[in-house]
């Protein structure tokens, strides 16, 4: 029996060496041919809707928090102004990640600065929140408005960034500053 294996598998061996031979060929052409194709892809509408949803969402969370605190107006001022600082280094972390996603094209410097100002908003905020003089529910509202504010802002970051991308692929990898 053992022998008829041997025998069996002599036998098939071109075979084997055939098919092996004809799936290199196939995968090789189909790797040629996807070379010169380029998939984009595109995020869905209902995606997009969604992601702009819960960023103005998160926005308004964040207002409503801030004007129906039963807090003094410096207080108030205080929480909007770091709202906005979270906000604004979010969007600029964002970004700044993404441009140096494949390659470091940043100063070393402003990486740092980058860094440095989204750690800073976030403590500034988070450390603003915490010594305010509030129940522990409008506490936990403010913290969990603020990671939703983040959050979100990432997101849209992100979205807006993809189909940025997606439209220059589609156009055959032409900068913006191109005629068609």
Known sequence: MHLGGIYCYQVMRPCFAFSACYI?????????NMAKQIYVRRDTK???????????????????GVVNLPLEGIYQVFLATGFFFTLFSSFVLAKSIRDNQHEKIDTPMWRLQVWLGFGLSVSLTTWGIMTMKMELWQLAYMVASGL????????L???IRDNFDADILERGGASLGEDE
Do not use: D, H, P
């Open 24 to 32: 290199a060929i196939t995968l090789f052409r189909w790797g040629e």
């Open 148 to 155: 939703f504010l983040i959050s979100s802002t990432f997101t």
């Open 46 to 64: 209902a995606w997009i809707a969604q992601v702009w949803i819960a960023f103005v969402m998160s926005l308004l969370l964040c207002l409503f």
């Open 157 to 159: 970051s992100k979205t």
